[in-house]
Nanobody
Framework: QVQLVESGGGLVQAGGSLRLSCAAS????????MGWFRQAPGKQRELVAG???????NYADSVKGRFTISRDNDKNTVNLQMNSLKPEDTAVYYC?????????WGQGTQVTVSS
């Protein structure tokens, strides 16, 4: 059974940095897609950044130039380096893995950016 464990959320002042990590267990084959979504109160969950098995990345316009996604295919981990954080980045961040035609989600980690 696939499980995702996230870490790295917290409280930071505007302009600061945080690094989110997600480790997937129960993986036998290569993971097709790994990504990070976020959901702020009263808003829909949105894609923040994604990365394919081959290393192609995509980012939400709101985070381009500030966030960087990376993955380790051998360790089945995905990271999100978040720099120049803004109060509007405040949300619960969810790790997402698309594996063997199934979407898996982490439990979510809170990121709060104070002004």
């Amino acid at each position: 059974q696939v499980q995702l464990v996230e870490s790295g959320g917290g409280l930071v002042q505007a302009g600061g940095s945080l690094r989110l990590s997600c480790a997937a267990s129960g993986i036998i084959f290569s993971i097709d897609f790994m990504g990070w979504f976020r959901q702020a109160p009263g808003k829909q969950r949105e894609l923040v950044a994604g990365i394919t098995r081959g290393g192609s990345t995509n980012y939400a316009d709101s985070v381009k130039g500030r966030f960087t996604i990376s993955r380790d295919n051998d360790k089945n981990t995905v990271n999100l380096q978040m720099n120049s954080l803004k109060p509007e980045d405040t949300a619960v961040y969810y790790c997402n893995v698309y594996y063997r035609i199934v979407n898996y989600w982490g439990q979510g980690t809170q990121v709060t950016v104070s002004s």
